[in-house]
């Protein structure tokens, strides 16, 4: 890998599949980005994280958008997140009617929480396995358990490389391959056109002058990278072409050794 490598792009998603926020900085703890995935939606009948992986029940979160309503400062409470819903209203999560505004645009009962009310309790959520001919187990739904006290999927930072992206666009040149479709949190600009991160499992890697991350496991992807979002078109050719050509996997999962500030622009050293 070039020594060259770098961090592009940083992203951070206040509310648990709902589309998030771009940013210049921010600061990596034990959990991840700082306020990522911190709040979730709760359908109150089920207890279950109302999740965009099972689109059969939740065909619409990408329509909606979750911003901080100030930037959240490591060592202070986080601040509240601002919902803002297909037709440009908008609450605040410390809004007693936000939860029945949700509940009435999703047609079930809801509640916005927070993943530091847990208290390290484990909670559900469901995923769709979409009906695209090399998937096995098409056309079902299955429920997972997200790590104690979170709302994450399996682990706490998701990364990707922009080689990784090049790779999927020359494969399929048709589809409409951005950074969005896959909600990782940090994107390294690495040359070259292969599915760099593949290399990455079992190291240790320092960003920036602080950070120090443990590559743990590929990120096998699921069908919200199939998902239409914005501009971008629902396209299963997507999730097809990870399977067919990288066992469904694009990007990888980290797990944060030390903590401290990353920036756009930070290099990527291996330790």
Not at 6 to 11: G, L, R, Y
Not at 64 to 87: I, N
Not at 250 to 268: C, E, F, H, M, P
């Amino acid at each position: 890998m070039s020594s060259a490598a770098n961090i592009v792009s940083i992203w951070r998603y206040p509310v648990k599949s709902m589309m998030g926020e771009e940013l210049n900085a921010c600061y990596m703890t034990d959990k991840g980005v700082y306020g990522d995935r911190a709040y979730a939606l709760v359908d109150t009948t089920t207890g279950k994280l109302v999740n965009a992986k099972n689109p059969l029940k939740w065909p619409r979160m990408f329509e909606y958008h979750a911003s901080y309503f100030e930037p959240p400062e490591p060592g202070q409470p986080l601040p509240q997140v601002r919902v803002t819903f297909p037709d440009g209203t908008h609450g605040l999560s410390n809004e007693g009617h936000l939860n029945q505004m949700l509940s009435d645009n999703f047609g079930k009962p809801l509640q916005i929480i927070k993943a530091s009310e847990m208290f390290d309790q484990d909670i559900q959520f469901e995923g769709y396995i979409p009906d695209i001919d090399v998937l096995t187990n098409k056309n079902t739904v299955f429920t997972r358990t997200a790590p104690a006290g979170t709302f994450f999927d399996i682990a706490m930072v998701h990364i990707m490389t922009t080689a990784t992206l090049n790779r999927l666009r020359r494969l399929i040149p048709e589809s409409r391959l951005e950074v969005r479709r896959f909600r990782p949190n940090l994107v390294i600009d690495v040359p070259g056109e292969a599915f760099a991160e593949n290399d990455w499992v079992g190291r240790e890697l320092r960003l920036g002058e602080e950070v120090r991350l443990r590559i743990i496991q590929p990120t096998k992807r699921c069908v919200m990278t199939t998902l239409a979002q914005g501009d971008l078109p629902k396209d299963l050719e997507v999730l097809k072409t990870a399977v067919q050509h990288n066992q469904g996997c694009v990007g990888v999962y980290a797990n944060v050794i030390q903590s401290g500030t990353l920036r756009r622009g930070d290099k990527l050293t291996f330790v």
